[in-house]
C-alpha cells in the first residue's frame, strides 16, 4: 500500500473537526500543521490544503487564541486568507 501524500493527510485529518463540535481548537490545528512540517517545509498543495482548512475554520468561528496562531501560520508559512 503506497504512503498518502501528506497534503491528501492533512484534508483526511481536518475531518473530525468539522463533524465533531464544527469548530478547531488549538490541538486541532498544531496536529495538522505538524501534518505538514514533518520534513520542515510547507510545500504548495499543504499550503492550499492548510489555507483552505484555516478560511473554514475562520468562517465557522474560531476561539481568540486559535485566531491569534492561525494568523501566526498564515505569516510564517505564506499561506494566503
Request: proline share 4%; hydrophobic share 40%.
Amino acid at each position: 500500500m503506497s504512503k498518502l501524500p501528506s497534503h491528501h493527510e492533512i484534508a483526511i485529518a481536518s475531518i473530525p473537526v468539522f463533524s465533531d463540535d464544527g469548530r478547531l481548537d488549538l490541538a486541532e490545528l498544531e496536529k495538522l500543521l505538524a501534518l505538514a512540517l514533518r520534513d520542515a517545509v510547507v510545500d504548495e498543495d499543504e499550503k492550499r490544503v492548510l489555507g483552505n482548512i484555516l478560511t473554514r475554520a475562520e468562517r465557522d468561528g474560531v476561539d481568540p487564541d486559535v485566531q491569534a496562531r492561525i494568523d501566526q501560520v498564515r505569516r510564517q508559512h505564506g499561506l494566503s486568507a
